[in-house]
């Protein structure tokens, strides 16, 4: 029996150890985070200070502008998200029920778009929106994030409506229902689980990404978090424990997402629609 416990504890153990390894990164941010800028370059600046230093991030927002950057990305965040699963569901449910060599054809260059870097798309893009007047507007980010994660969007979200019974469907046709009318009182009530995951992980990229954000918006007023953390850190290489603040203020929005989305997150990405 000790044998058997110890061969299931073993796994947990070591799941245990590789989350707190992987905490070490965030434990150190928020240590520096909490630090004065002498305190940093002690030699016991892994441990947590006895006075912390809270005025790291007053500063941040009184003389760093960090609200403006956080609206920024709040906004090209949730507006790209939006319009990128809401064109993704249209799009994954006509490629469920188009069943044509066309259908699959344009299913599958769609997806292999999932292997286009963004760099290598970035000078046409940044040539079409200066032709457009769109340098330095939140709208081009918003467009180009789109772009890049419908791929993805669609590929998943169409694995989790073909796994819906088709007499679920059937029936709903029986009844007179349109296609507007099955997609919204069949498919979306049993896809919660997928769609809130892939909000989450497109929320995470799109929260994250630092090229285009920095190439498209180089006004300062228009920056996103990551940009303008970028930026900071580049001014700010002394004040480190400064540059850490910032970095954690970028972390917590996502972090608390993730953490109030999880129970949906792990059951979208391991399970089916039907298990919604």
Not at 16 to 44: C, D, K
Not at 189 to 196: D, F, K, N, Y
Not at 229 to 244: C, K, S
Request: cysteine-free; glycine content about 8%.
């Amino acid at each position: 029996m000790s044998a058997r416990i110890g061969r299931r504890g073993l796994p947990h153990a070591l799941l245990v150890l590789v989350g707190l390894i992987n905490l070490v990164p965030l434990y150190y941010m928020i240590v520096s985070a909490l630090q004065r800028g002498g305190q940093f370059f002690e030699a016991g600046r892994l441990l947590p200070p006895v006075d912390p230093a809270w005025s790291n991030f007053e500063r941040l927002f009184t003389e760093n502008g960090f609200g403006r950057l956080l609206v920024n990305s709040v906004i090209v965040t949730v507006a790209a998200v939006v319009a990128a699963t809401v064109i993704a569901v249209l799009g994954a449910y006509a490629f469920t029920r188009i069943r044509t060599r066309a259908a699959g054809a344009l299913f599958n260059t769609t997806v292999a778009l999932l292997a286009v870097p963004p760099i290598v798309v970035l000078v046409p893009l940044f040539l079409l929106a200066a032709d457009a007047g769109l340098i330095n507007n939140r709208l081009a980010p918003i467009v180009i994030y789109v772009g890049f994660i419908m791929p993805f969007s669609i590929l998943l979200l169409k694995n989790f409506f073909d796994e819906i019974p088709h007499e679920l469907l059937q029936a709903a046709r029986v009844e007179g229902a349109s296609s507007l009318q099955e997609l919204r009182h069949v498919i979306l009530p049993l896809s919660r689980a997928p769609l809130v995951a892939l909000a989450v992980v497109n929320a995470l990229w799109v929260w994250n990404e630092l090229l285009i954000s920095i190439v498209f918006l180089q006004d300062e007023q228009q920056r996103t978090l990551q940009a303008g953390i970028a930026f900071f850190a580049g001014r700010n290489v002394v004040d480190i424990p400064m540059t850490m603040a910032g970095s954690l203020v970028a972390t917590l929005p996502i972090l608390v997402a993730f953490i109030f989305g999880q129970r949906y997150f792990v059951r979208g990405l391991t399970g089916g629609a039907i298990k919604s």
